[in-house]
């Protein structure tokens, strides 16, 4: 157990660190759940959060919420986007965010791999904080406490609204 949490940090870091040289993120369009098509050109000028989650994830149940919070307290300031994976069921989606009681737009990734190897998702939920120039500012592997999450949306802010 231990040589695997081992290897399994050694590999985060090193995922990390090839992301030192993306700057901007990855295009795509994706279908909200309304049917409007949201592409990376959309949340350009705006700083913003893309959420990456799964109907059957734990976590994610836990941190969509306390997301939620943040989503109806900067909604005007910043882009919030959850963008669930593997599934393009937007009556599964809509039963979901009422079980879970969140509101965050969703983006249906589809049940395809493309948006997971194009955004490097190894894991739910992982979490893009983007500039308004669309490059990343943080990304965060996991769950994080209220308190981290709510550190990091205000140094996103400070940084983007200069």
């Known amino acids: 157990m231990r040589k695997f949490i081992k290897v399994l940090s050694i590999s985060l ?8 040289g993306l700057k901007k993120i990855p295009n795509f369009e994706l279908k ?13 000028g705006k700083p913003s959060i893309l959420v990456f989650w799964s109907l059957n994830c734990s976590s994610c149940k836990e941190e969509l ?10 909604k005007n300031k910043i882009n919030f986007y959850a963008i669930v994976l593997f599934t393009n069921s937007i009556e599964k989606v809509k039963q979901r965010k009422k079980e879970w009681g969140f509101d965050i737009p ?3 990734g589809g049940n395809d791999n493309k948006i997971v ?17 669309l490059t ?8 994080k406490e209220e308190e981290k999450l709510e550190k990091i949306i205000d140094e996103l802010l400070k940084r983007n609204l200069q």
């Open 13 to 20: 870091f090193v995922f990390s660190i090839s992301f030192a």
């Open 65 to 74: 919420p306390i997301l939620n919070k943040f989503y109806h307290k900067y």
């Open 136 to 143: 990343i500012f943080k990304l965060v592997y996991g769950k």
């Open 106 to 108: 969703v983006l249906l």
């Open 117 to 133: 190897y194009k955004y490097r998702v190894i894991g739910v939920p992982t979490t893009y904080f983007i500039n308004k120039d």
């Open 32 to 44: 909200r759940e309304d049917g409007k098509i949201i592409s990376r050109e959309d949340l350009k």
